[in-house]
Nanobody, 125 residues
Framework: QVQLVESGGGLVQAGGSLRLVCAASGTIFSINVMGWYRQAPEKQRELVATITSGGTTDYDDSVKGRFTISRDNAKNTMYLQMNSLKPEDTAVYYC???????????????????WGQGTQVTVSS
């Protein structure tokens, strides 16, 4: 079984910072792209940032220069450092990862998308 668990959300004032953590655990063979998504009330889930296993990053324009995505491959963990937070950053943040898991002692053939349960980030004005 594979599980993604986010932590680090909370309430912060505009201009403040938060650091989100996504830890992957279970019978993991390898992890490809990892990413952070967010969903605000009554809005669709949107991509925030992604990072490949080699460390290549990509950001939505709305967070460029304020958010930094990183990962520790040895720990199967991903981070999102969020600075200069704005009220419009308020949302539930989800982590996503493309993972090849073990099954029956062998790695499965294809990568599969896994999602965490989400962590609430609230930025007050």
């Amino acid at each position: 079984q594979v599980q993604l668990v986010e932590s680090g959300g909370g309430l912060v004032q505009a201009g403040g910072s938060l650091r989100l953590v996504c830890a992957a655990s279970g019978t993991i063979f390898s992890i490809n792209v990892m990413g952070w998504y967010r969903q605000a009330p009554e809005k669709q889930r949107e991509l925030v940032a992604t990072i490949t296993s080699g460390g290549t990053t990509d950001y939505d324009d709305s967070v460029k220069g304020r958010f930094t995505i990183s990962r520790d491959n040895a720990k199967n963990t991903m981070y999102l450092q969020m600075n200069s937070l704005k009220p419009e950053d308020t949302a539930v943040y989800y982590c996503n990862a493309a993972i090849r898991a073990y099954s029956g002692g062998y790695p499965v053939r294809n990568f599969r998308d896994y999602w965490g349960q989400g962590t609430q980030v609230t930025v007050s004005s």
